[in-house]
Structure formats: structure tokens, C-alpha cells
Nanobody, 122 residues
Framework: QLQASGGGLVQPGGSLRLSCAAS????????IGWFRQAPGKEREGVSC????????YYADSAKGRFTISRDDAKNTVYLYMSSLKPEDTAVYYC?????????????????WGQGTQVTVSS
């Protein structure tokens, strides 16, 4: 099971740190992706990190504002989001895929968290 947390209501320009924790398995050896789904829109990939943490990817919308990191000792992956915009409002999901591959193809991920709501509004 994966659990995404850390969402909330934040003003434009603010920041949040999302966490993705696993309760029944260790995240080491798993690539982790963050996805989001805004109302009325399809889910999109935001960022991902390889199983070793050595490689990361950011969607254009996230570049320069979001940072993904992992702490395998705490069995947690983080997505730090800064300079938030109203268009970042969405439910954010984390997903895990065992192995060396990483990317934002949803079909590749085996485990999904339940999502955490991020609302950016004044």
C-alpha cells in the first residue's frame, strides 16, 4: 500500500511538500512517480525518480518549481512544490514500479496511493 499525504490549501506562490510512504513493502528498488488529476482533466505525470535516486524527470509544468527526492531509510519519497499556481490545483497521486525503468507512463506502475488534494487559491 502507498499513502500520499501533505496536500492542503495554499496561496499562490506558496509551497507544499508531499510525501509518499509505503506501509507493506520497502520502496528501495522501486521507481516512484507523481501524477496529478485536475477536475475535468486527464491524469498527467508530474515527476518521477529512479529506483536508485540517480535519475529524475519533471514535466515542463514542474521544471524549476518542483523537486522530487527519496529517503529509503524512511521508506518515503517526497515532492517539494514551490511557487505554486492555481493551475497546480489537483489531486496528486504517487505510484511505484519495481525495477530500473522510470518514467510517467501510468501503465507501467503497479502500486498507487489514494491521492492527496492540493488546492492553490487566494
Amino acid at each position: 500500500q502507498l499513502q500520499a499525504s501533505g496536500g492542503g490549501l495554499v496561496q499562490p506562490g506558496g509551497s507544499l511538500r508531499l510525501s509518499c510512504a509505503a506501509s507493506t513493502f520497502g520502496l528501495d528498488g522501486y521507481a516512484i512517480g507523481w501524477f496529478r488529476q485536475a477536475p475535468g482533466k486527464e491524469r498527467e505525470g508530474v515527476s518521477c525518480i529512479s529506483s536508485t535516486g540517480g535519475s529524475t524527470y519533471y514535466a515542463d509544468s514542474a521544471k524549476g518549481r518542483f523537486t522530487i527526492s527519496r529517503d529509503d531509510a524512511k521508506n518515503t519519497v517526497y515532492l517539494y512544490m514551490s511557487s505554486l499556481k492555481p493551475e497546480d490545483t489537483a489531486v496528486y497521486y504517487c505510484a511505484a514500479r519495481r525495477g530500473r525503468w522510470f518514467g510517467v507512463n501510468e501503465d507501467e506502475y503497479s502500486y498507487w496511493g489514494q491521492g492527496t488534494q492540493v488546492t492553490v487559491s487566494s
